[in-house]
C-alpha cells in the first residue's frame, strides 16, 4: 500500500523513525525545538499521519507508532523523483547525482561494489 506523505507529516514520520514510539508530547516538544512548531501544529500532522495508516495511536498517553518503514518511504519518494524529473529513467538520475560533487576514490569504489551487484 502507498502511502504520500507530504513534507510536514515527513518531520513527524522521522522522529518516530529516530526515536522509536513515543508520545505526542515528546513528537511535539522535539519538533518545537527542531523547527518551532507549536504543539497544535504538531498535533493536527500526527493526525494526518494516522488518518493516512502511517502512524498508530495508542494508550496510554497518545504514544504514537510508526506503521511504515523509512525504506518504504524511501523506495516510493525515489520511484516518484525518478518518474516526475527523470522520465522514468533510474540512470539519468544517478548521473545527475554523479555529476553533481566530486566523489572521494572511497565513494567511487562504493559505487563500483553496488553497481557490481546488480550485474
Known amino acids: 500500500m ?5 513534507d510536514s507529516e515527513l518531520k513527524v514520520m ?6 522509536g514510539d513515543l508520545t505526542a508530547k515528546q513528537i511535539s516538544d522535539i519538533l518545537k525545538e527542531r523547527v518551532g512548531w507549536n504543539m497544535n501544529t504538531t498535533y493536527t500532522l500526527i ?4 488518518a493516512k495508516g502511517a502512524i498508530e ?3 496510554p498517553n497518545y504514544l504514537c507508532h510508526a506503521l511504515i518503514p523509512k525504506e518504504q ?3 516510493q519518494e525515489t520511484t516518484e523523483l525518478i518518474n516526475k524529473i527523470f ?5 539519468l538520475l544517478f548521473a545527475s547525482l554523479l555529476n553533481r560533487k566530486r ?6 569504489k562504493r559505487l563500483k561494489q553496488i553497481v557490481s551487484t546488480l550485474e
Do not use: Y
Open 2 to 6: 502507498e502511502i504520500k506523505l507530504f
Open 14 to 19: 522521522d522522529v518516530l523513525w529516530k526515536e
Open 47 to 50: 493526525k494526518r499521519c494516522i
Open 57 to 59: 495511536r495508542r494508550e
Open 73 to 75: 518511504v524511501q523506495e
Open 87 to 91: 522520465d522514468g529513467s533510474a540512470d
Open 103 to 108: 566523489l572521494t576514490g572511497e565513494e567511487i
